[in-house]
């Protein structure tokens, strides 16, 4: 098998690693959830954002550019690996059912949510 075949192979039968993320502005308390089927994505996106001083999300724009991107911090609250028996769709509806979970079960207040 060439190398090709070798990662569209790995690529296919790999498992999704995601969930529920929070970014919080350290320094007036406001905080963005959102869920992702690629942790290790968000992670990524959010550091290369804090590193060029692009912004991560719409609307933490206002924010991001006021107080700066060394002003936000990520933080994964719930994490969740795909079931081998489990379609990219299935995977998806039930990191959104564990949003809504996150969010009915935390105590943070909705009126500081971006």
């Known amino acids: 098998m060439n190398r090709r075949k070798e990662i569209m192979k790995e ?6 690693h995601g969930g529920v993320f929070k970014i919080s502005n350290r320094v007036n308390g406001k905080y963005f959830i959102d869920r992702s089927a690629n942790l290790e994505s968000i992670y990524s996106r959010f550091q290369f954002s804090v590193n060029t001083g692009g912004i991560f999300e719409y ?12 002003a936000f911090e990520l933080e994964v609250v719930e ?17 959104k059912t564990l949003e809504e ?3 009915a079960n ?9």
Do not use: C, V
């Not at 994490?79 to 990191?95: K, N, T, V």
């Not at 935390?106 to 971006?114: I, K, R, V």
């Open 106 to 114: 935390s105590n943070l207040n909705p009126a500081d949510e971006y």
């Open 79 to 95: 994490e969740l690996i795909q079931r081998p028996d489990q379609s990219e769709a299935e995977f998806m509806g039930e990191l």
């Open 59 to 70: 609307k933490l724009k206002k924010d991001w550019q006021e107080f700066g991107a060394q």
């Open 11 to 16: 690529y296919k039968e790999r498992k999704l």
């Open 101 to 103: 979970l996150w969010r």
